[in-house]
């Protein structure tokens, strides 16, 4: 007998089903719902702490989103067998929900928090991404975890000028936009997706339209919590005290340091490291004013997180104020720009992008088809041509830190490069292309810098772009009487004390990705519009600064980078091109150098011939079109000696095909042996005299190209 759970089903605006079920599966979680749509199943279960850990002064939430194989009748790739680490793509999917959620927890909830998320069942029509944050929202709702919710996320999608919700798999392939955005019933909180240069009118239009649907499914997690409480009993939230608080102390430390603050703010220094130590100065003085008495009760710490407000509403208002940034530019100007390309030698492209105190080295590497990256995840099998990987270390922004490879930040700002770069690749382009982004510099807006710099390396290395890309960070300020800033080119502590980080690049005719977090309440679709047009004035000021040292793609590729010839032959002589156990394949590529892929498409061979010189290539499509040639009686041939017998020689006049030059048509005069008249190797020029109708044997003669000696005088 099956348990019985509380189910909640609610119908989108095409008419499919989504239907939420709690108490059923993980009832020893704080909070557990199984959201299913169509075939599709996810189980989202949320566990939070009652109390915080000594000295936490932030909220350590976790967010694990993970596809099980078994929801698609599939075993995991790989030696083991068994589902391991995180994939990036369960990773972005993971930064997707986390950053919907984590700005609804009260500032002062710090009890450690896991949220999980997995894949139970998997129907290919129905992509799971879009429903992992509703699923998660309505565990937390229906669970007593203090939450400013519910929120929820919705993939849009732009097929033949219309905008879809949740598209199916070959909707999303067709599409010229794919965005999720996450809003609670009020606001826009999280936008992230990838356009083929649509207009900034587009995207608003394609948000509203998100929002739309995102506020009917707040209803349907409003209208499952109020099934839930008719069965169990109305939630309530649990009542917390994670931080230790004194008003009087943070009077003083306001009184003491807001006025030096915001004179450190005003002297407006462009450089990060003195503007960061005259604002620790500050604090510093005050925290010599405590007494020891003041000191021992830990007046020290709380003094520091006071002033950390301080800091935060001194620099917002002189913004506001003043209409001017912390290193002095005005609020829609960019950072001095300079780059290079071909900065790296070794490499098949690079280029160094830097913005103020931003710096991107980027290098460029051609692969084949043998380099193509494989993708296994349990819905979707398939390989990928071009990859961009985006490295942060520590060095970067004057920190030590291990270094323990990408973490998820690396892994999502190397994604929204990959993104908006892969909108320009041409279709034509024959190679597997990585692009890799070291950040040698910080302070802002580093991955729009990858992406700036991504196009460089690009160009540099020849690789055919459609048009150049570039990216800006936009940020905002605000305060509660409805006055707000909106940021150009954001600093790193603009990102930290604002209420915007929205990420856009594009090309010069339209939008090819976009990233947007928002911190702030009821951010208006008018001052929203005005930030995307203000970042389309940035990204076209950063090309034309990009035009300074390349404005097309080389017309060639380096001299070391690899080339690459496309040949196309008939299905039937695959099996002739590689030969026996792949001899004849290997042989080519060992007489020539050359690299040779082939593959079975669409009923051909296509083959990709790979050398860094013409002279190999050559070689290669010479000896192919031989093998697929198609010998001709009466043709003549330069042949080549490959093993001599007693009756006569064999001769190969094409690649893999070898036939019999008789001892009786080597010449017109008889041969009574075969000695000292040929060797193993000899070039001989020969003709094609029969081909034997039941074995297919190629017979072959010499003495019919020579002329025929005149018969001697009669005595």
């Known amino acids: 007998m099956s348990q019985i759970g509380i189910t909640h089903t609610f119908t989108l605006a095409d008419g499919r089903e989504i239907t939420l079920e709690t ?30 850990k000594e000295g936490t002064d932030f909220l350590p939430l976790s967010v694990d989103y993970q596809e099980k194989f078994a929801s698609a009748g599939r075993f995991p790739g790989g030696f ?59 565990a937390i709702t229906i669970s007593d975890i203090p939450f400013n919710g519910p929120v929820s996320e919705v993939r849009v999608s732009k097929l033949d000028g219309k905008l879809i919700i949740n598209p199916s798999v070959d909707e999303m392939g067709k599409s010229t936009l794919d965005i999720i955005v ?15 240069e649509v207009s900034e009118a587009e995207m608003l239009e394609a948000i509203k339209f998100a929002h739309e649907a995102i506020r009917a499914q707040i209803i349907a997690i409003n209208a499952f919590k109020a099934k839930v409480e008719a069965v169990k009993g109305a939630i309530v939230k649990r009542e917390y005290c994670h931080e230790k608080n004194d008003a009087e102390l943070r009077d003083r430390v306001f009184k ?97 992008f830097t913005r103020g105190e931003t710096q991107s080295l980027t ?3 051609l692969g084949t088809k043998l380099d193509l990256q494989s993708i296994d995840r349990a819905l979707f099998q398939g390989q990928n041509n071009f990859m961009l990987h985006y490295n942060f270390p520590a060095f970067s922004t004057g920190e030590v830190k291990p270094n323990r490879g990408p973490g998820r930040r690396e892994i999502g700002h190397g994604n929204l490069a990959e993104r908006a770069l892969k909108q320009v690749i041409s279709p034509e382009n024959p190679y597997t292309v990585r692009v890799v982004s070291d950040i040698l510099e910080s302070n802002g807006s580093s991955s729009m810098a990858t992406v700036c710099a991504g196009t460089l390396a690009l160009m540099d290395a020849g690789v055919k772009i459609n048009k150049p890309v570039s990216g800006i960070a ?17 600093l790193g502590d603009e990102d930290h004390l604002g209420d915007m980080d929205f990420k856009v690049t594009g090309t010069k005719d339209g939008i090819t990705a976009c ?70 394949i290997q042989e080519m590529q060992r007489e020539t150098g050359a690299v040779i892929v082939i593959e079975e498409k669409d009923g051909m061979g296509h083959i990709d011939i790979v050398a860094s010189n013409a002279e190999a290539i050559n070689a290669v499509l010479s000896k192919i079109k031989g093998i697929v040639a198609q010998p001709e009686v009466g043709e003549i041939y330069e042949g080549k000696v490959k093993s001599i017998m007693a009756f006569g020689a064999f001769v190969e006049f094409m690649p893999g095909k070898d036939g019999l030059l008789h001892i009786s048509e080597i010449q017109h005069a008889r041969l009574e042996t075969m000695d000292g008249v040929m060797k193993e190797g000899d070039k001989v020029q020969v003709q094609l ?27």
Not at 186 to 192: N, P, T
Not at 328 to 334: E, P
Not at 515 to 521: H, P
């Open 23 to 52: 108490g059923k599966l993980a009832k020893q979680a704080d909070g557990s719902v199984v959201v299913k749509m169509g075939d599709t199943m996810l189980l989202a279960t949320v566990v939070s702490n009652k109390d915080a």
């Open 80 to 138: 083991f067998k068994r589902e391991a680490r995180l994939s990036d793509y369960e990773i972005l999917i993971s930064r997707l929900v986390d950053r919907a959620l984590r700005p609804l927890f009260p500032d002062d909830y710090h009890a450690d928090t896991q949220v999980l998320i997995s894949l139970i069942s998997g129907d290919k029509n129905t992509m799971p991404d879009a429903l992992a944050c509703l699923a998660i929202s309505a």
């Open 182 to 196: 996450a809003a609670n019933a009020k606001d826009i909180m999280m936008v992230e997706g990838e356009m083929k």
């Open 256 to 352: 003491a340091t807001y006025d030096k603050a915001y004179a450190v703010a005003n002297t407006q220094n462009p450089n990060k490291k003195e503007r960061s130590v005259a604002f620790k100065a500050v604090v510093t003085e005050f925290l010599e004013t405590l007494t020891e008495e003041e000191k021992v009760k830990g007046f020290e710490g709380l003094a520091k997180k006071y002033y950390h407000e301080v800091e935060y509403e001194a620099v917002r208002r002189f913004v506001l104020d003043t209409k001017f940034r912390l290193d002095g530019r005005k609020t829609n100007q960019i950072r001095p720009i300079w780059s290079e390309i071909g900065y790296l030698p070794s490499a098949h492209g690079s280029s160094v």
């Open 363 to 365: 290098s460029v590497t």
């Open 474 to 490: 936009m940020g905002m300020i605000t305060d509660a009487k409805g006055n707000y800033a909106i940021l150009s080119d954001i």
């Open 515 to 584: 990233q947007m977090d928002l911190k702030v309440d009821g951010l208006p679709y008018e001052v929203m519009a005005e930030a995307l047009e203000q970042a389309k004035e940035g990204r076209l000021h950063i090309l034309g600064e990009m035009a300074k040292t390349i404005t097309e793609t080389r017309p060639d590729y380096k001299p070391h980078a690899p080339r690459i010839v496309k040949m196309t032959i008939p299905k039937e002589f695959i099996g002739a091109v590689i030969g026996p156990g792949g001899k004849i």
């Open 689 to 715: 005299i029969g081909i034997d109708a039941k074995t297919g044997k190629f017979k072959l003669s010499r003495k019919s190209l020579i002329p025929k000696p005149e018969a001697a005088p009669k005595a």
